[in-house]
Structure formats: structure tokens, C-alpha cells
């Protein structure tokens, strides 16, 4: 696969998707405006996909029409500071509350109580943080590639490992640099990294100019790096939460994932009253990506509870999927 070019992209990426997808724009907190994807029946039971860094709505192109067509009302937002979505300057317009308090509102703004929520990475920071600050909001709540906050910082407190695997947070933290390194040959070392992080085919060259598309708007490297350095300046005047989380969750865990390390996983569904496990032994950080039919399959089985009693509190591991896409 090449870096340096690739092929031509035009229109909406949703034409990539076998379902339709609808358009709309909630106001978040402080004014910001969201940009929102739909799918799936009005009347049916709500699940909200949140992506993670560097991604946007289109992370989850390989889940949407799978669970659309299960019945579910899917709500896929670009997260501020992402793609179409608004990019506040100020770090402060990042820090978790801000962002759980967008989500309320896309709850708010599908006229429901409460949702299903479905997070990778970024997107499971602000599941985990929703499940402990407003829990009445949430109806289940799935987790993907996302240590709990608690669990994370004991780690990186105990294992140089994991601690130099989270250096590249470090970097992040330096004002400017990082946005001017990632945005020079239009995106070729962030192109890089979701590559380097994945398998071959994890992502193809259509996807890679998709997403380079979306680093392109002004303002967004920028906005997808403030999550980073309001995590930093929130580690210094907060603790991560002790109580269990009381939402049902699953957690769905890549082991190849090169810069989270696999023994976060089970103390994660640890910090939850109803928590299971499922370790995909093949995929790595991008496990949506990698193994989307065994994902779906295991989203669907959670979403509508079934098959959560027999293995409730334990881990199981999924071993080759051999599923590189989803075939339906």
C-alpha cells in the first residue's frame, strides 16, 4: 500500500455503505455543532457509535448496516474537533464532562431517555466516563480497545511497558508540532500510523483518502489532539473512579493492539458489577476493522442481551476470526 498517493475520492463516503444514511447537526455543549449520521428504523432501539482518534463517523462503515438492519436506530456523530463536526480553540472545550454532555445531547436530540453506547478507543474513554457520570443515560454500553480510566493509570504506574507505549501522548502534548507534523504530505505520517498499527488490510487506499480528507479541514488535527491534552490537565486535578460501573458492558479487546496492552482488559470488565470479556486474539488495535463479523455478532448478541448470562463476569477468548469484512 502507498503513503505518498492515493486514489481519487469524491462525494460522501456513505456511498461506501449498503444502507442509507441520513444527515442532521445537533448543538452539543457550549454551542458546538455536531455532525450526525443516521441509520436504521426511527422507532427502533437506539445505539450511539462514538470513534476514536484518527477516525470520524466512517470508523464504523463496517457495523452501521449490520446493526441497522438487526432493527436499531444508529446514531454515528463525528466528535467535536472531528471531520464535519465543530473544533473549539480552547483545550478546555475537550475535557471528558464536555464530551459525555455531547452524547447526552445526541440522546437528547433522538427524543429517547437513554441509549446503548458503542465506543472505540477515544469513543470508549467517553462510554467509560458516561457510565460512571450519568448512568441513567445509559442502557448498555460496549467497549472497544478502551482500558477504564482507574485501570490505566495503575498501569502506566506499574509497567514500563505500557508507559513507553503511551509516550506518543507525551508528544502530544507539545503546542503546535504535532498538528504541523501530521498535516505535511497531506497526512502521510498519520496515514502511517494507522497503518503501522494495523493489519495489511486493515485499511485500504479509498480508506486512507477518506480520512486524509477529513485531517485536511482546518482546524481538525488540531481539535482531535486537544482530547489528548485535555486528558492531561484533567490526570492532574481529578482522580478516575473507584465505584463500579453498574451499566451492563462488554468489552471487546484486539490482543495485537501494539500501544494498549492486553493485561488492561480483564481488570476493565473487572471495574463492572455485569462485565464479560471477549479477547479476538488476531486483531489488533482497529478490531472493528479486523474482525467485523465476529464484532457484530457480538454487539448484536450484547445489544439485545442474549448470551451475556452464561459467560457474565469471564473472559473468553476468540481466537483467528479470519473475518477481514463483514459479508453483509
Known sequence: MSLHSSPPVTGDPAHRLPVP???????????????????????????VLL??????????????????????????????????????????????????????????????PRAAVVGHDWGAMVGWHLAHACPERLRRLTILNGPHPRVLRDTLRSSPTQLLRST???????????????????????????????????FDETDLTIYRRAWRRTGRL??????YRAAARRVLRSTPP?????????????????????????PSAAMC????????????????????????????????????AESRGRERRVGDTGDNRDPE
Do not use: K
Open 21 to 47: 444514511l441520513d444527515r442532521y447537526w445537533v448543538e452539543g455543549q457550549d454551542g458546538v455543532q455536531l455532525h450526525v449520521r443516521t441509520a436504521g428504523p426511527e422507532d427502533g432501539p437506539l445505539v
Open 51 to 112: 470513534h476514536g482518534f484518527p477516525e470520524f463517523w466512517y470508523g464504523w462503515r463496517h457495523q452501521i448496516a449490520p446493526l441497522a438492519r438487526a432493527g436499531y436506530r444508529v446514531v454515528i456523530p463525528d466528535q467535536r474537533g472531528y471531520h464535519r463536526s465543530d473544533a473549539p480553540r480552547a483545550v478546555a472545550a475537550y475535557d471528558l464532562d464536555v464530551l459525555a454532555d455531547d452524547v447526552c445531547a445526541l440522546i437528547d436530540a433522538a427524543g429517547r
Open 168 to 202: 506518543y501522548a507525551l508528544f502530544f502534548q507539545l503546542p503546535a508540532l504535532p498538528e504541523w507534523l501530521f498535516g505535511r504530505n497531506d497526512g502521510q505520517l498519520l496515514a502511517a500510523l494507522l497503518c503501522g498499527s494495523g493489519h495489511p488490510d486493515t
Open 222 to 227: 488540531r481539535g482531535m489532539l486537544h482530547w
Open 242 to 266: 473507584s465505584v463500579p460501573v453498574e451499566v451492563p458492558t462488554l468489552i471487546i479487546w484486539g490482543a495485537q493492539d501494539i500501544a494498549l496492552s492486553r493485561q488492561m482488559a480483564a
Open 273 to 308: 458489577l455485569d462485565g464479560r470479556l471477549e479477547l479476538l486474539g488476531d486483531a489488533t488495535h482497529w478490531v472493528q476493522h479486523d474482525a467485523p463479523t465476529t464484532v457484530n455478532r457480538l454487539l448484536r448478541g450484547h445489544l439485545s442481551g442474549r448470551g451475556a
